[in-house]
Each structure stands twice: as structure tokens, then as C-alpha cells.
């Protein structure tokens, strides 16, 4: 958010899960609170107009996801016509195969621009300034100022607010599970960041 920018997460496909389509949203709303979650469906239409309304003149949008989940789709349904390829679908679990290799920048009809990128397998944390994993998970955060250690880690700590909130069902816990991972990756970062800065100081000194 402090980027300006607005996340959405946008579940295709919505048309194979209908019978579990509440609990899906629910289970994506748990772990992205504050971002608004978009069941669509390029089968019967669903929620493309939503999604075409989001990008308008001056408006760029990107996407992110695995290969496969139907963003070559979408694009090709937000543009009119088929311009992106679509990779077969396979019949184990009806996701599409890797088809797009680049990023491209396309013009859509309404004015905007949307940005399509290549598959990703993982995401990793790069900019490390501003709040960070903290900001992103402020509801956490709060409940962290009220543990009775300043260094408590959610674990087995004595009055533990986090998992106070997980015990009486006001915290999800694969939130707690996504904040937990984010925390040690930014930490893993951060030794990498000092290992590379102590080396960069080492040899400036012998040089």
C-alpha cells in the first residue's frame, strides 16, 4: 500500500470450485486482509467485469501468479480476441501449462495498461525499507504489543497475545503461518545483506 499501488487477489477458474467457492474466499481473505479478493471465471464471465473496471485510462495493473492458473486467459478475454497462447490444459488438476516467457506491456481497449509476466514459482522478499513484514501484517503486530515479553515469538512464551487470539479463533492461524514465514525469509536477508556488507568492508580495509 505504501507503494500506492493496490493489491488484488483474483482466484480464476472460479467456475471448478463452485460448490467450495465461499470457503475459498474466506480461506484467501484470511491469509491478504485488506485486499480485496475476486472470484472470476473465464467459462461463464464472472467478475471480468470487475476486473476490466480496474483498468481504465491511466490505470496499469500487473500479473502475478504460477504458470498455469489462467492469466493468458484473462488477458485474452480483457482484450476481445485470443493474443495470448494458451497452453493445453492438463486433466489431472485443469491448469494450463507455461506459455508466456517475457514480460510485455499490453494496451488495453478501455485506455489502461496491464503488464503480464512469465510464471513465477516463488516470490521472495526484496525491499526491506519502510515497514516491511510488519506493515503487511499489523493486525499481528498489535496483538504482539500486548504479550507479556517485548521478545516473545509466538511460540510456547507464557502470555502470549498472538496465541492467545489463535486459542479463541481471532487470528487465523495460516496467517500466523504466512507472517512466520515472511519473518525468518527478512531475516535470512538480512544476514545475507550483512555477510555481503562485511565482505565489502574486509576488502576495502586490504585494499
Known amino acids: 500500500w505504501e507503494s500506492g499501488a493496490l493489491p488484488v487477489v483474483v482466484l480464476t477458474k472460479a467456475d471448478l470450485c463452485e460448490a467450495e467457492l465461499d470457503e475459498r474466499l474466506r480461506d484467501a481473505e484470511a491469509v491478504a ?8 471465471s473465464s467459462i461463464n464471465g464472472e467478475g471480468l467485469g470487475t476486473v476490466k473496471g480496474m483498468l481504465t485510462t491511466g490505470k496499469t495493473g500487473a500479473l502475478i501468479g504460477s504458470s498455469g492458473v489462467g492469466k493468458s486467459t484473462l488477458i485474452n478475454h480483457l482484450l476481445g480476441f485470443e493474443r495470448q497462447t494458451i497452453g493445453e490444459v492438463r ?12 514480460r510485455e506491456l499490453i494496451l488495453l481497449e478501455g485506455g489502461g495498461l496491464l503488464v503480464d509476466t512469465p510464471g513465477m514459482r516463488e516470490l521472495h522478499l526484496m525491499d526491506l525499507a519502510g515497514s516491511g513484514v510488519e506493515g503487511a501484517f499489523e493486525d499481528i503486530e498489535q496483538l504482539a504489543q500486548n504479550c507479556r515479553f517485548r521478545d516473545c515469538h509466538h511460540r510456547k512464551e507464557p502470555g502470549c497475545a498472538v496465541k492467545e ?10 496467517r ?14 538480512e ?3 550483512a555477510r555481503r556488507q562485511a565482505m565489502l568492508e574486509k576488502r576495502s580495509f586490504h585494499a
Not at 486482509?33 to 472470476?40: D, K, M, S, W
Not at 486433466?91 to 517475457?102: E, F, K, N, S
Not at 487470539?165 to 495460516?174: E, M, Q, S
Open 176 to 189: 500466523l503461518e504466512s507472517y512466520e514465514k515472511l519473518q525468518r525469509e527478512q531475516a535470512m536477508i
Open 191 to 193: 544476514r545475507k545483506a
Open 91 to 102: 486433466t489431472g488438476d485443469g491448469r494450463g501449462r507455461h506459455t508466456t516467457t517475457h
Open 165 to 174: 487470539a489463535l486459542r479463541v479463533g481471532n487470528l487465523d492461524a495460516r
Open 33 to 40: 486482509i485488506g485486499a480485496e479478493v475476486l472470484p472470476i
